[in-house]
């Protein structure tokens, strides 16, 4: 075998002769290529209606990625006052930095991550982790920073879930914080 040849496909190829090719005086018109054109054998209808539920999917799917990028900003935004706010802690002003840290950590739970979980629940809320991501990251090092500035625990992942719970529709699976995020949040 040569290259992908048999030995009768070279010997058919080099001793038979090929058949002339009938001459199509139609094929040389203009623009035409001598085939009539394709036609599909689908209701235009239901090809369109599909489409149009497709791009609705599409466009409700798109918003929705607006309004988390928009609460996920608030969130990192926030959240990084508060980490801020802690770094600024010394040993004589350590209680009443600490007091308004979790007094602002908690209105970043209540105003903005709520608003993301409510967001985000009952929906494949992977499809749009890149949209939120950082947001939780930064509120998990801000949570973390926070309690271990106060107790020299860290808050551990059930802990934050947990916070997150009354803000989800029980009849819906809630948002979790997934592992990755709370590790990028905890090295951040």
Known sequence: MLHGYTLSRLYSAAFMASKPKAHRPHSFAVGGTGRRARTMNTDNAAMSSAFANYADYLNDLNEKRERVVKASRDVTMNSK?????????????????????????????DQHMSRLVKELQGTDFWKLRRAYSPGVQEYVEAATFCKFCRTGMLLNLDEINLTLLPFSDPSVEPLKINILDYLLGVIG
């Open 81 to 109: 006052k508060v980490i801020f706010q802690v770094h600024r802690m010394n040993k004589d002003n350590k209680e009443d930095v600490l007091e308004k840290a979790e007094k602002d950590l908690a209105a970043v739970t």
